[in-house]
């Protein structure tokens, strides 16, 4: 018997439907096998830089911002990768047969490399991923090149980076998609520690896909720390499914309306449209100036659908203006709009209001830390959003045409040229949908 007598039709990011009468904990991330899988490959998946080690090497520019004159080392690292490639395998590999995996890319300059899962299961943190990986592609270099124990410690800064001077692996060769344990703010963060820019270089700037990435990511967040326990677990697969996953075409729809000529105003009378249409909200009470105000019997669904209004806005708004800047108005006033058209609570119950808030500050006012692209769910402004505002930042700068001071080609161009070429990772709808 399913869990819930909710049911989604899934559509992708074309309108193209998927899959119909989804029971909703099909798309839980507990339970879908594509989702599944994609968390496993993002904890046992990091990617070595070759061509970058290669460099730093000869240039003598490792770690952090350090060239170190007279270290350098003239190794032809690029012509050696297949042999580099098969020593690191058998040095990640801990039985025979096991699911170790490691795929080459750009001519080998780039190796997308999966560890056991043995190694994950005789660990308390994602940490052995990376380490297993940065070990391994240093030793299979100085076996490789023969370098000696003068200059053994030059190749380990390149693939390591500045660790252990600093806490993360900064300026090093070997990247995953989540930061490391430490830089979480706090329990469950893990997931929802991922950069914007990482989303939607991993989908090649597609703004639903990016958004579905991200939410998959968000949601699954928000399950490990807890906030999907009893009547709350429906509460964030309906958030899931409607924004992330395009249940029942409904940002699609809204975004084909409102595309052209459209505006944040005009998508929230198209998402109060729908939701009248659908039954969702229903006419209340009238006022003395004659104000309707609206009820619903299903607050859930009511926010799952102000979630996918939430992103469609975004769409529509910084689609248009090719810039993502926009991304924290639009969440500030869609769901200012949204409330003073209805008499209902904005998305998250007014927590987006908050983030858009703070945000605004942060990421390009006065403070002007940096761009909405560097930002992730795990950040104090925009954490308290219950997974529905990062896939918003990540539509947004999907579509910008380069208004941000750190473009999502500045920092995350190797996701894109690693990750993204799986579709596990590029295309989570589809995904999602094949592991219902």
């Not at 750009?106 to 190796?111: S, T, V």
């Not at 399950?223 to 677990?233: T, Y």
């Not at 429906?234 to 699609?252: D, E, S």
Request: aromatic fraction near 8%; include cysteine.
């Amino acid at each position: 018997m399913a869990k819930y007598s909710d049911t989604i039709d899934l559509y992708d990011d074309k309108g193209k439907l998927l899959k119909s009468n989804v029971t909703l904990e099909k798309i839980s991330p507990c339970v879908n096998k594509g989702i599944l899988k994609t968390i496993d490959m993002t904890k046992r998946t990091a990617a070595v830089n070759l061509g970058g080690v290669e460099k730093g090497l000869k240039t003598g520019a490792i770690g952090k911002h350090q060239v170190i004159k007279g270290r350098e080392l003239d190794l032809d690292i690029s012509g050696h990768a297949g042999a580099i490639k098969e020593k690191i395998f058998k040095m990640l590999q801990v039985q025979e047969g096991d699911d170790t995996e490691i795929k080459s890319l750009a001519g080998g300059k780039l190796l997308l490399c999966t560890v056991p899962s043995s190694r994950l299961a005789a660990a308390a943190t994602y940490d052995a991923t990376t380490t297993a990986i940065a070990s391994a592609a240093t030793y299979a270099i100085i076996d490789e090149f023969d370098v000696d124990m003068f200059n053994g410690s030059t190749v380990k800064a390149a693939v390591w980076g500045s660790y252990p001077q600093t806490m993360d692996m900064v300026g090093g060769a070997v990247a995953g998609i989540m930061s490391i344990p430490q830089n979480n703010e706090g329990l469950g963060y893990a997931l929802r520690n991922i950069q914007a820019n990482h989303a939607v270089m991993i989908t090649n700037r597609n703004a639903m896909q990016g958004a579905a990435l991200c939410s998959i990511y968000e949601q699954a967040g928000e399950f490990e720390m807890g906030a999907a326990i009893g009547p709350f677990e429906r509460a964030q697969l309906l958030l899931l499914g409607y924004q992330g996953l395009n249940a029942n075409n409904l940002v699609y729809d809204l975004v084909s309306k409102n595309g052209k000529t459209g505006t944040i105003g005009t998508v929230v009378q198209s998402l109060v449209e729908r939701a009248i249409e659908d039954k969702v909200i229903v006419p209340g009470k009238k006022g003395p100036s004659g104000y309707t105000f609206y009820e619903t019997k299903d607050p859930m669904l009511w926010n799952a659908y102000n979630a996918a209004g939430t992103l469609a806005a975004t769409m529509v708004n910084c689609g248009a203006g090719r810039f993502a800047q926009a991304v924290s108005s639009t969440l500030l006033y869609y769901n200012d709009l949204i409330e003073h058209e209805t008499g209902l609570p904005g998305c998250d119950y007014g927590r987006v209001m908050g983030v858009a808030v703070g945000f605004s500050f942060f990421s390009h006012s006065i403070y002007g830390g940096g761009g909405p692209g560097v930002f992730n769910g795990n950040h104090v402004v925009t954490r308290h959003a219950a997974g529905v505002g990062m896939p918003c930042i990540v539509a947004a700068c999907a579509l910008d045409a380069g208004t941000q001071m750190f473009s999502p080609e500045d920092t995350s161009k190797i996701y894109q040229d690693t990750f993204g070429q799986f579709d596990e990772f590029a295309k989570p709808i589809q995904n999602v949908a094949a592991g219902v």
